[in-house]
């Protein structure tokens, strides 16, 4: 039986801002399971991005177990949670975040660095990453000679290339027109029909209804699980 993605077991987060707490999660629990493809909603303020956050391992809850790949966030150094990520989990943000001087190739190829990877490894795998989201006569291209989809392309060849079990994704069309959105959640999609997991974030309904489940956050919460099986 394969590992969950993700276990979080009554989380919370709290945050002290100017000496005041504030409960941005107030006890959720969720499973991601291989396979799964979670859209994650709510209004501003909801709770939505910190437990992105917190299901990347970008941060830690205040209470509660958090397991990623089937370990215990909580007793990690923060040297073993930043190799638990780079092996784990893929991330895809709005506004792509390459580096501005660099080709598609090596963009790509850049969280292999971290896990001391040859420079000939690195671009292997990032050609081949690359190809198998449509790009692979782009590679020599720095981000200024590539659309916004090609970027996004790009963005999501990077979080791919370490192999990650799930694929964290924050409003990954929001920059985009529509039909370049829509070309980036077909792209999605078929990663997780490959099998990879996929959580996004969005407050795009549209959006948010292709995913085989959505989370609706509200008050630091999950207020409902709609969606099918």
Not at 9 to 34: C, F, N
Not at 191 to 217: C, F, P, S, W
Request: avoid cysteine; glycine fraction near 12%; charged fraction near 20%.
């Amino acid at each position: 039986m394969s590992t969950p993605a993700v276990v979080a077991t009554d989380i919370t987060r709290t945050y002290q801002l100017d000496g005041i707490s504030v409960q941005a999660l107030r006890g959720v629990s969720l499973t991601v399971e291989p396979g799964d493809y979670l859209a994650v909603v709510g209004t501003s303020g909801s709770g939505k991005s910190t437990l992105m956050h917190l299901l990347g391992g970008l941060d830690r809850p205040t209470s509660g177990t958090l397991l990623i790949g089937g370990r215990d966030v909580g007793t990690l150094s923060p040297n073993e949670l930043a190799e638990l990520r780079n092996t784990t989990i893929g991330f895809v943000f709005q506004s792509f975040h390459l580096l501005a001087r660099t080709t598609a190739q090596d963009n790509v190829g850049l969280p292999l660095v971290y896990r001391g990877a040859g420079r000939r490894e690195r671009r292997e795998r990032a050609a081949a990453m690359l190809d198998r989201v449509g790009l692979g006569h782009r590679i020599g291209h720095r981000p200024n000679q590539l659309s916004g989809g090609e970027q996004q392309r790009v963005a999501i060849a990077r979080a791919l290339v370490t192999g990650p079990s799930l694929l964290l994704a924050d409003e990954p069309t929001g920059n985009l027109d529509s039909a370049t959105g829509e070309s980036i959640l077909a792209l999605l999609e078929s990663l997780n029909a490959e099998g990879v997991a996929v959580v996004l974030v969005t407050h795009d309904r549209d959006v948010a209804m292709r995913a085989k489940k959505q989370i609706r956050m509200k008050d630091g919460l999950i207020s409902e699980i709609s969606g099918r099986a």
